[in-house]
């Protein structure tokens, strides 16, 4: 009868590893698990590549803050005139540099006033020149596709000019299929003639947002070209002879791994040496006024080595999240492209077999240990599987391959959590110490809710159209207050922040979308339907404020800075789609009403209030809200006008608060009633009875005695006209 049993019970394990494995290889094979992978492979490249070094070959010039601040008083503002870099080429023209690469887009003429528009303005013809004297200056093209209801379809799949592709495409390549691109972006003729190279900007992020494959080649029609990244290399790794084999990039002496897509992985290395081009700016002054012992930067620090440029300063909207990083220049990409290229240190996938032998493994090694009688047997097995797995994991990437971890690891927990269920669901004692043991991770009532409506979620709520209330909220000046703190202080604050915050959303039963940065996108009324979506929606916000003044106080105590947000909300009609899997479930919105909600946000900053709501967001209020008319403003991209309020107290203030509140309100109608009659004295007059430190007090007084001195239109109805963001 024991044998029976055993062997019954053998027979069900094997089936469950059997069906674990096999439902691991299906999600795995649909690319189920590529965003944790991702996520796993980031963690790796942060660990062990933040101290890596670049090639020493390759520099770095970066058009910083610092260069558009030094250079202000000089040139004015981005973009520079071109002579500019001219200067750059015949600064480093006298350390001898291999190459020079521009991640810059030099795709139009510079014309300048008065000048004949029939020749080269002086600008352009700078650069030109400096780039012919150099000869070895490599400029930035672009190779794209584009939809033919975008632009003029006549624009579209026309040729290269001759002189382009007989002099910079790769004609020994072979194996490399057309990609579909149809349209081209070159510089300014005849700039591309006179340059050594062009290479092909253009990165493509992941699903997730982030960057970390880049192209080795570019095609175009019948011609082929190399990125940015390689343009240099040419002659060095033999680009002109590559082969495209499979999923590798065979060149004379190194084989490069690609993904189906042609990208190779980027290896990324940490903190890249850079020189800011101020810095050359003013060595170069120093250089022309016979002050070589006084310039910042030598210009045989570029001996012999490959110089790119490009630009890291935020308004020049070239910065990409990667996994070192979320603010990385996108040069510092090609650079990382070309070092992996030049040091042979790209990081290679493991071989096609290896997941599914190891998803196969641990499946059968777990299902195995559940043989055992008792619970340290069934565990230590598994467990130790697991961190063998890990540490293979990571003693690969440090000599550059990529090996999967979460498919195998997922292979042992379905099959652990299934055979768990089979052990709890014949014998008692086991199923009683299961129960007790998920019981401290999992709330039922919340699984229950998910399990029992994700069917009905996944085929209604899929691009419906539903009415819900938004919220946004963003740290004022956040930016400002980073520059003066470590990265530690800094992530320690937003964390604690976003914590707090997010607290006073779960509370009171809102989603939270996402995280922008230091940024919350939040909403209600979905995925559970509630009426007063709207007045959940203000409640969490007055609460996040009482929650950021406690913490406040606490930063304030431990001499880190206090943090002021403001938060939008409003009420509307927006898509609302689904976007998950079986184990997640996961909403977003998108529309117009969901934009109005991030501009009411950003104008908390203008009225000097914490919180703004639509008057959409007003009317859906209980009379246990006390809210305040602000303006009525027409904003940037909408015409119809809308009302701004701002909720004073909610239905649990105390009597205090909502007597002072009552009166802020009766304060507010008076004075738009004023307003709108244009009688400017009384109009103050009643904005002056707003208390000392209210934010509109001494807004609308200043606005009512400049239009008392200047007047308004005839027409003039009460909205006012906001024209920025």
Same mark, same amino acid.
């Given at each position: 009868?024991?044998?029976?049993?055993?062997?019954?019970?053998?027979?069900?394990?094997?089936?469950?590893?059997?069906?674990?494995?096999?439902?691991?290889?299906?999600?795995?094979?649909?690319?189920?698990?590529?965003?944790?992978?991702?996520?796993?492979?980031?963690?790796?490249?942060?660990?062990? $590549?933040?101290?890596?070094?670049?090639?020493?070959?390759?520099?770095?010039?970066?058009?910083?803050?610092?260069?558009?601040?030094?250079?202000?008083?000089?040139?004015? *503002?981005?973009?520079?005139?071109?002579?500019?870099?001219?200067?750059?080429?015949?600064?480093?023209?006298?350390?001898?540099?291999?190459?020079?690469?521009? %991640?810059?887009?030099?795709?139009?003429?510079?014309?300048?006033?008065?000048?004949?528009?029939?020749?080269?303005?002086?600008?352009?013809?700078?650069?030109?020149?400096?780039?012919?004297?150099?000869?070895?200056?490599?400029?930035?093209?672009?190779?794209?596709?584009?939809?033919?209801?975008?632009?003029?379809?006549?624009?579209?799949?026309?040729?290269?000019? %001759?002189?382009?592709?007989?002099?910079?495409?790769?004609?020994?390549?072979?194996?490399?299929?057309?990609?579909?691109?149809?349209?081209?972006?070159?510089?300014?003729?005849? !700039? /591309?003639?006179?340059?050594?190279?062009?290479?092909?900007?253009?990165?493509?992020?992941?699903?997730?947002?982030?960057?970390?494959?880049?192209?080795?080649?570019?095609?175009?029609?019948?011609? @082929?070209?190399?990125?940015?990244?390689?343009?240099?290399?040419?002659?060095?790794?033999?680009?002109?002879?590559?082969?495209?084999?499979?999923?590798?990039?065979?060149?004379?002496?190194?084989?490069?791994?690609?993904?189906?897509?042609?990208?190779?992985?980027?290896?990324?290395?940490?903190? @890249?040496?850079?020189?800011?081009?101020?810095?050359?700016?003013?060595?170069?002054?120093?250089?022309?006024?016979?002050?070589?012992?006084?310039?910042?930067?030598?210009? %045989?620090?570029?001996?012999?080595?490959?110089?790119?440029?490009?630009?890291?300063?935020?308004?020049?909207?070239?910065?990409?999240?990667?996994?070192?990083?979320?603010?990385? #220049?996108?040069?510092?990409?090609?650079?990382?492209?070309?070092?992996?290229?030049?040091?042979?240190?790209?990081?290679?996938?493991?071989?096609?077999?290896?997941?599914?032998?190891?998803?196969?493994?641990?499946?059968?090694?777990?299902?195995?240990?559940?043989?055992?009688?008792?619970?340290?047997?069934?565990?230590?097995?598994?467990?130790?599987?697991?961190?063998?797995?890990?540490?293979?994991?990571?003693?690969?990437?440090?000599?550059?391959?990529?090996?999967?971890?979460?498919?195998?690891?997922?292979?042992?927990?379905?099959?652990?959590?299934?055979?768990?269920?089979?052990?709890?669901?014949?014998? /008692?004692?086991?199923?009683? *110490?299961?129960?007790?043991?998920?019981?401290?991770?999992?709330?039922?009532?919340?699984?229950?809710?998910?399990?029992? $409506?994700?069917?009905?979620?996944?085929?209604?709520?899929?691009?419906?159209?539903?009415?819900?209330?938004?919220?946004?909220?963003?740290?004022?000046?956040?930016?400002?207050?980073?520059?003066?703190?470590?990265?530690?202080?800094?992530?320690?604050?937003?964390?604690?922040?976003?914590? +707090?915050?997010? +607290?006073?959303?779960?509370?009171?039963?809102?989603?939270?979308?996402?995280?922008?940065?230091?940024?919350?996108?939040?909403?209600?009324?979905?995925?559970?339907?509630?009426?007063?979506?709207?007045?959940?929606?203000?409640?969490?916000?007055?609460?996040?404020?009482?929650?950021?003044?406690?913490?406040?106080?606490?930063?304030?105590?431990?001499? !880190?800075?206090?943090?002021?947000?403001?938060?939008?909300?409003?009420?509307?009609?927006?898509?609302?789609?689904?976007?998950?899997?079986?184990?997640? !479930?996961?909403?977003?919105?998108?529309?117009?009403?969901?934009?109005?909600?991030?501009?009411?946000?950003?104008?908390?900053?203008?009225?000097?209030?914490?919180?703004?709501?639509?008057?959409?967001?007003?009317?859906?209020?209980?009379?246990?809200?006390?809210?305040?008319?602000?303006?009525?403003?027409?904003?940037?991209? $909408?015409?119809?006008?809308?009302? @701004?309020?701002?909720?004073?107290?909610?239905?649990?203030?105390?009597?205090?608060?909502?007597?002072?509140?009552?009166?802020?309100?009766?304060?507010?109608?008076?004075?738009?009633?004023?307003?709108?009659?244009?009688?400017?004295?009384?109009? @103050?007059?009643?904005?002056?009875?707003? #208390?000392?430190?209210?934010?509109?007090?001494?807004?609308?007084?200043?606005?009512?005695?400049?239009?008392?001195?200047?007047?308004?239109?005839?027409?003039?109805?009460?909205?006012?006209?906001?024209?920025?963001?």
């Amino acid at each position: 009868m024991k044998r029976s049993r055993v062997w019954k019970k053998a027979v069900w394990l094997s089936v469950i590893a059997v069906g674990a494995a096999l439902v691991i290889l299906v999600v795995d094979g649909r690319d189920g698990f590529q965003r944790l992978e991702w996520m796993t492979e980031d963690f790796r490249s942060a660990q062990f $590549r933040h101290e890596a070094e670049i090639h020493p070959d390759l520099a770095l010039i970066l058009i910083d803050e610092a260069s558009l601040s030094l250079l202000n008083p000089v040139l004015g *503002r981005f973009p520079w005139p071109r002579s500019v870099y001219a200067d750059l080429l015949e600064f480093l023209a006298e350390g001898n540099p291999r190459a020079v690469v521009f %991640d810059v887009l030099f795709t139009e003429n510079q014309w300048l006033h008065g000048q004949d528009r029939d020749q080269l303005s002086e600008e352009d013809e700078a650069l030109l020149m400096a780039t012919a004297a150099a000869g070895n200056v490599h400029h930035s093209l672009q190779l794209i596709h584009e939809r033919p209801d975008e632009v003029d379809e006549d624009a579209l799949d026309q040729p290269l000019p %001759d002189e382009i592709r007989q002099q910079h495409a790769l004609n020994g390549v072979t194996g490399l299929e057309d990609e579909g691109r149809n349209s081209y972006m070159l510089p300014f003729e005849p !700039l /591309g003639a006179f340059s050594a190279g062009l290479g092909a900007v253009g990165l493509d992020a992941d699903a997730d947002g982030v960057f970390r494959r880049v192209r080795p080649l570019f095609t175009y029609q019948d011609e @082929i070209f190399p990125a940015l990244s390689t343009t240099a290399l040419k002659q060095q790794v033999g680009l002109g002879e590559a082969r495209f084999q499979g999923r590798d990039l065979l060149l004379p002496d190194r084989h490069v791994p690609l993904d189906d897509s042609g990208r190779m992985r980027v290896n990324f290395y940490g903190d @890249i040496p850079a020189w800011s081009f101020g810095g050359i700016f003013r060595s170069l002054g120093s250089l022309r006024r016979g002050e070589p012992e006084a310039m910042l930067v030598p210009p %045989d620090a570029f001996e012999d080595r490959i110089v790119f440029i490009g630009g890291s300063a935020v308004g020049l909207h070239d910065i990409k999240h990667t996994p070192l990083s979320s603010r990385t #220049p996108g040069v510092e990409i090609h650079m990382a492209a070309a070092s992996n290229l030049l040091m042979g240190d790209y990081l290679r996938p493991s071989p096609a077999w290896l997941t599914p032998l190891l998803v196969v493994l641990f499946a059968g090694v777990t299902a195995a240990s559940f043989a055992q009688g008792r619970v340290w047997r069934q565990l230590t097995p598994p467990l130790l599987l697991l961190a063998a797995h890990l540490a293979l994991v990571m003693i690969a990437f440090q000599y550059h391959h990529l090996v999967d971890l979460v498919a195998p690891s997922s292979a042992l927990l379905l099959t652990g959590l299934a055979c768990m269920a089979y052990v709890s669901a014949t014998e /008692g004692r086991d199923r009683r *110490r299961v129960r007790r043991m998920l019981s401290q991770y999992v709330s039922p009532a919340v699984l229950a809710e998910v399990v029992d $409506r994700y069917d009905e979620h996944v085929r209604a709520e899929v691009g419906t159209e539903e009415r819900m209330t938004i919220l946004f909220s963003d740290i004022r000046g956040f930016t400002t207050i980073s520059e003066g703190f470590s990265p530690e202080q800094v992530v320690e604050m937003l964390n604690r922040y976003l914590s +707090e915050l997010s +607290e006073a959303i779960f509370f009171h039963e809102g989603t939270l979308d996402k995280f922008i940065g230091d940024a919350i996108m939040a909403f209600w009324g979905a995925p559970i339907r509630v009426p007063d979506h709207a007045e959940r929606a203000v409640s969490a916000a007055l609460a996040m404020q009482e929650r950021l003044e406690i913490l406040n106080q606490a930063l304030l105590s431990e001499g !880190l800075p206090a943090l002021r947000t403001g938060v939008g909300l409003h009420t509307g009609s927006v898509i609302l789609g689904n976007i998950g899997s079986e184990r997640k !479930l996961d909403y977003t919105v998108i529309g117009d009403n969901v934009n109005l909600a991030s501009r009411l946000e950003g104008l908390t900053s203008h009225y000097g209030c914490p919180v703004l709501i639509s008057e959409d967001t007003a009317g859906d209020l209980g009379e246990g809200f006390v809210c305040a008319l602000v303006d009525r403003v027409r904003v940037k991209g $909408r015409q119809q006008a809308i009302g @701004i309020w701002r909720p004073l107290v909610g239905p649990d203030a105390d009597n205090a608060q909502r007597e002072q509140a009552l009166e802020v309100r009766h304060c507010s109608q008076l004075a738009w009633e004023t307003y709108r009659e244009r009688d400017w004295s009384a109009a @103050i007059a009643a904005w002056e009875r707003l #208390p000392e430190g209210d934010p509109l007090r001494s807004l609308f007084v200043a606005r009512c005695r400049r239009y008392q001195d200047e007047g308004v239109a005839a027409d003039w109805d009460g909205v006012y006209r906001l024209d920025s963001k």
